[in-house]
């Protein structure tokens, strides 16, 4: 019996290492896109933000001893497809006011839906309201709930 209890551990343990090193690659992937200078500008805006938010991510799970890799797994992957739904939506309408009613929804979902409630205002609003990006969301944001708002 703790022959097979520690055979399970030991699939738990790889599994969520192999989760955090599937993270942290997706990170270094989208670092390496924002810094590709045969992309187009906007291109390498959105890979900032993801890959920002990323960090960002890893950054406080590893704060938090109660959050797994899988949840930071699930995070990141609700962050990609979120990111990804707001573009293909925006794409979908010229209309500015249609695109400014998109633009504000998207950038509800992340300020309603902290994940960590920090209070470092600076550091996760530094792309609200920032005209630079075209991706203005808290970086502290419940990925899952956010793209559960947006659907």
């Known amino acids: 019996?703790?022959?097979?209890?520690?055979?399970?551990?030991?699939?738990?343990?790889?599994?969520?290492?192999?989760?955090?090193n599937e993270v942290v690659r997706m990170m270094n992937n989208y670092e390496a896109q924002k810094?590709?200078?045969?992309?187009?500008?906007?291109?390498?805006?959105?890979?900032?933000f993801k890959s920002d938010a990323i960090f960002y991510l890893i950054s406080?799970?590893?704060?938090?001893?109660?959050?797994?890799?899988?949840?930071?797994?699930?995070?990141?992957?609700?962050?990609?497809?979120?990111v990804n739904l707001y573009i293909k939506r925006l794409a979908a309408t010229r209309k500015?006011?249609?695109?400014?009613?998109?633009?504000?929804?998207?950038?509800?979902?992340?300020l309603n839906n902290p994940l960590f409630n920090d209070v470092d205002k600076e550091v996760i609003h530094a792309y609200v309201g920032n005209e630079r990006f075209l991706t203005q969301f808290s970086i502290d944001t419940d990925w899952k709930k956010a793209l559960d708002a947006v659907k």
């Open 96 to 110: 500015v006011d249609e695109r400014n009613t998109i633009k504000a929804r998207f950038s509800n979902a992340t």
């Open 1 to 20: 019996m703790m022959l097979v209890m520690m055979a399970c551990m030991t699939c738990l343990t790889t599994s969520a290492q192999e989760i955090y």
């Open 35 to 48: 810094n590709d200078t045969t992309k187009s500008i906007n291109v390498r805006l959105l890979n900032t």
């Open 60 to 82: 406080k799970a590893s704060e938090d001893e109660t959050f797994s890799e899988l949840e930071l797994g699930e995070q990141t992957r609700a962050m990609v497809l979120f």
